[in-house]
């Protein structure tokens, strides 16, 4: 059974940076079958996926261009996790964030922690 | 404003069947397979429905998924007020590459 954790702050201030982790337990980070990602979901906007990163011989990386110029998703073979990193966030990057695990659906997501963007 | 088009709002009474609608593009939907999540208060999402018709284990056979060319359902028989919750597809994009995802449906069992 895939289980994904998450941690981080859930107040960051305004033009600072989101940094986010998810450990996995039950799968790899460098499994060749899958994909990790990042979604968020706020009132106003929904769910929208940001990014995921992948294994497959090389390291992958696909964001969404909502936030491109923003984003970065690493993962940490160590310690078998992944992370987000949203630099200059807004008012408007308040949302809950998730991890989940792909690749053709998410199936397995983490508990969510909802980041607060207020100075 | 959402890639993937859904209806805002939904409503059935217990007993009921209802449909939530997904409507998208060649470039989506029309190229790839269809996912759906329910969304319940304060929880993660579930998956509901995947590669348009198939259910997890788990999901109750009441829900049923369904793709004809660029556009998608979700059927919910024999509604129960449990089933009220926020319901989201999903589809991978080609041309964003990336996934995009409808805006939501809430729906209200009266």
């Known amino acids: 059974q895939v289980q994904l954790q998450q941690s981080g702050p859930g107040l960051v201030k305004p033009s600072q940076t989101l940094s986010l982790t998810c450990a996995i337990s039950g799968d790899s980070v460098s499994s060749n079958s899958a994909a990790w990602n990042w979604i968020r979901q706020s009132p106003s906007r929904g769910l929208e996926w940001l990014g995921r990163t992948y294994y497959r011989s090389k390291w992958y990386n696909d964001y969404a261009v909502s936030v491109k110029s923003r984003i970065t998703i690493n993962p940490d073979t160590s310690k078998n996790q992944f992370s987000l990193q949203l630099n200059s966030v807004t008012l408007d990057d308040t949302a809950v964030y998730y991890c989940?695990?792909?690749?053709?659906?998410?199936?397995?997501w983490g508990q969510g922690t909802l980041v607060t963007v207020s100075s | 404003q959402s890639v993937l088009t859904q209806p805002p709002s939904a409503s059935g009474t217990p007993g009921q069947r209802v449909t939530i609608s997904c409507s998208g593009s060649s470039s989506n939907i029309g190229r790839d397979t269809v996912n759906w999540y329910q969304l319940l208060p304060g929880t993660a999402p579930k998956l509901l429905i995947y590669s348009n018709n198939q259910r997890p284990s788990g999901v109750p056979d009441r829900f049923s998924g369904s793709k004809s060319g660029t556009s998608a359902s979700l059927a919910i028989s024999g509604l129960q007020s449990e089933d009220e919750a926020h319901y989201y597809c999903a589809a991978w994009d080609g041309s964003l590459n990336g996934w995009v995802f409808g805006g939501g449906t809430k729906l209200t069992v009266l």
């Open positions: 989940a695990r792909g690749p053709s659906y998410f199936r397995y």
